[in-house]
């Protein structure tokens, strides 16, 4: 995690100055866009030190490994979104792989869109545009977001405005536009889309899982689901009756 920040930190730092150099930077697609929060780099950072380029230099080969693995599988690659502080570097490193891999009709290597985030559709936009014009089939996974404390305490140390949405219905606003940009963009041409969804509104036929493991690792990632989700509780109502009802229905058809 401490080269992720690392490494968001300067790609920050040279989206503020562009004759900033980075010279392990490799080719990539947009992801900044106008309106993404810059404030966590407050100075120019310290280039990597060499154990940090050798560490970044081993995360790329593992990265193009688990990549070529994929591809070979033909198996798609969901790659993960956390909070802003090193989500530059995960969105880096996902998008110079879908360079390399990403190629024909058929995306392998998808990036993670949180749609709690303002910037989300304007980053959405611009990285959809760089890779059509270089022909590059683009797989994207929709999500709302799940760090709403943590940016928003974050953004409010740090003197600046919550990068986050400031309403939930926004935030469904900002999940239904994307989703229906990416849909549009997938029916007509090259591209995959996977909708992450929580609310009755934008999905409702959709598989359910259930997290499994230690239960000091799997509390703090429902917490953050029940977090993300808001209406959880004020659905939970409504998914009693329906499960009475699927109830009552298999009930029958074992019975008759």
């Not at 802003?84 to 998808?110: E, G």
């Not at 304007?122 to 959809?128: D, G, I, N, P, Y």
Request: net charge negative; charged share 25%.
């Amino acid at each position: 995690m401490a080269l992720l920040e690392r490494v968001s930190d300067l790609l920050r730092w040279q989206q503020k100055d562009p004759s900033f150099i980075l010279p392990w930077k490799q080719d990539s697609l947009p992801i900044f866009g106008e309106s993404s929060p810059l404030y966590h780099t407050r100075k120019r950072p310290e280039p990597l030190t060499a154990e940090e380029g050798s560490d970044l230099e081993l995360a790329n080969q593992r990265l193009l490994e688990l990549c070529q693995k994929c591809v070979d599988a033909n198996m798609p690659l969901l790659v993960d979104a956390e909070h802003t502080t090193v989500q530059p570097a995960i969105d880096y490193f996902t998008y110079s792989s879908a360079r390399m891999h990403n190629k024909d009709d058929r995306p392998i290597v998808f990036g993670t869109i949180q749609t709690y985030l303002k910037d989300a559709k304007e980053r959405l936009l611009l990285t959809t545009e760089a890779a059509e014009k270089m022909g590059i089939p683009m797989g994207f996974k929709l999500v709302r977001g799940a760090y709403m404390s943590t940016e928003s305490k974050l953004a409010e140390s740090l003197g600046y405005e919550s990068p986050i949405h400031n309403t939930i219905q926004d935030t469904h606003n900002c999940f239904n536009d994307c989703s229906s940009f990416l849909l549009e963009k997938v029916s007509n041409g090259p591209g995959s889309v996977v909708l992450a969804t929580h609310n009755i509104e934008s999905g409702f036929q959709v598989s359910k899982y259930m997290p499994f493991g230690p239960v000091e690792m799997v509390m703090p990632y429902l917490i953050r689901r029940a977090e993300e989700n808001r209406g959880l509780l004020s659905a939970s109502g409504f998914d009693k009756q329906l499960m009475r009802k699927e109830l009552g229905r298999r009930l029958k058809a074992a019975v008759f």
